[in-house]
């Protein structure tokens, strides 16, 4: 699938993940390839994703690596969006 995320400044990352977790307001949750359609706030936390995935040099410093191999970005807030294999996070 195919994930996005922006901030208030750039394009922090844009490319094919094997999959997403976002921290909900109602709690963490994972979203896959055919995931149903969804739109969500997001409260602080860590953006995870998995898959063979390049960060801009540019905004390397703004991720780190989790301890199962993922690329996390941590986050204040945010609104997610997915729709047909399409996801957007919109990150402060």
């Known amino acids: 699938m195919y994930l996005e995320i922006v901030s208030p400044e750039a394009t922090l990352?844009?490319?094919e993940v094997t999959s997403v977790t976002v921290p909900g307001i109602n709690g963490?949750?994972?979203?896959?390839?055919?995931?149903?359609p969804i739109v969500s706030l997001l409260q602080e936390?860590?953006?995870?994703?998995?898959?063979d995935i390049t960060i801009e040099e540019?905004?390397?410093?703004?991720f780190s690596k989790g301890p199962n191999g993922e690329t996390v970005l941590s986050i204040v807030s945010g609104t997610i969006e997915m729709k047909d294999n399409k996801v957007i996070v919109l990150a402060d």
């Not at 963490?28 to 149903?36: D, G, K, S, V």
């Not at 936390?45 to 898959?51: I, Y």
């Open 28 to 36: 963490e949750f994972q979203m896959l390839q055919n995931h149903a």
């Open 13 to 15: 990352f844009a490319g």
């Open 45 to 51: 936390g860590d953006v995870k994703v998995q898959g």
């Open 58 to 62: 540019d905004f390397q410093n703004k």
